[in-house]
């Protein structure tokens, strides 16, 4: 089975604290992806890799970056977290145009 | 920029059908077909191909149009399980290599007894 990890399942931060998201996955996929997920808005895309150091803006990338320096890893970093970037953040992984696999989400709180 | 999907919401009884709807305003490679249940993570349903092909497995079938970058999710005879959130997905072919997968913002349906 396919595996895609996220780090925390719940986070809790404060108002400026730099925040780390990690993800790996275990098929060797070269896609990568991060989304947040607010109720009425579905899924909106921050980043997405598809190969190692390579990276691509989403529609929502403003105040996020995203490092990926092995194939199986790709890390979400909110560098001075903000009150309205509390939401369900999600991790997906991918071969090029099949199927995505999803993770089971950090739900970020910043107080 | 984000699918539109349609309905927002539906609710049905079981054995009724549905239609769920997912148009882009860009050139499509591809559509895919997600299922969310409640505090659980998207699950994969079905991936279309551009090329206009339909696909179905049980009683969920999809269609891509290819020339109106529209497709549909087809819901037939509907069961308790089949509540949920659906997401469409589509991967944009200005993308070049980098394929963009995007979502809608998704379509709640609740199969009633």
């Known amino acids: 089975d396919v595996k895609v990890t996220q780090s925390s399942r719940y986070l809790v931060k404060r108002t400026g604290e730099k925040v780390f998201l990690e993800c790996v996955q275990d098929?060797?996929?070269?896609?990568m992806f991060w989304y947040r997920q607010d109720p009425g808005l579905g899924l909106r895309l921050i980043y997405f890799?598809?190969?190692?150091?390579?990276?691509e803006k989403g529609d929502i990338p403003e105040g996020y970056s995203v490092s990926r320096e092995k194939k199986e890893r790709f890390s979400l970093i909110l560098e001075s977290a903000s009150t309205n970037q509390t939401s369900m953040y999600l991790c997906?992984?991918?071969?090029?145009?099949?199927?995505?696999?999803f993770g089971q989400g950090t739900r970020l709180t910043v107080v | 920029q984000q699918p539109v999907q349609s309905p927002q919401a539906v609710i049905l009884r079981e054995g009724e059908d549905a239609v769920i709807n997912c148009s882009s305003s860009?050139?499509?490679?591809?559509v895919h077909w997600y299922r969310q249940k409640h505090g659980e993570a998207p699950v994969f349903l079905m991936i279309?191909?551009?090329?206009?092909e339909q696909k179905g497995h049980d009683k969920i079938s999809a269609s891509f149009n290819e020339k109106k970058q529209q497709s549909s999710l087809y819901l037939t005879a509907s069961q308790l399980s089949y509540s949920g959130t659906y997401f469409c997905?589509?991967?944009?072919?200005?993308?070049?290599?980098?394929?963009?997968?995007?979502f809608g913002s998704g379509t709640q349906l609740t199969v009633l007894p």
């Open positions: 098929m060797d996929h070269e896609n």
């Open positions: 279309l191909l551009k090329g206009g």
């Open positions: 997906a992984s991918s071969y090029i145009g099949l199927e995505a696999f």
């Open positions: 997905g589509t991967e944009d072919i200005s993308s070049g290599s980098a394929r963009q997968l995007t």
């Open positions: 890799s598809y190969d190692v150091k390579m990276k």
């Open positions: 860009k050139a499509l490679y591809s």
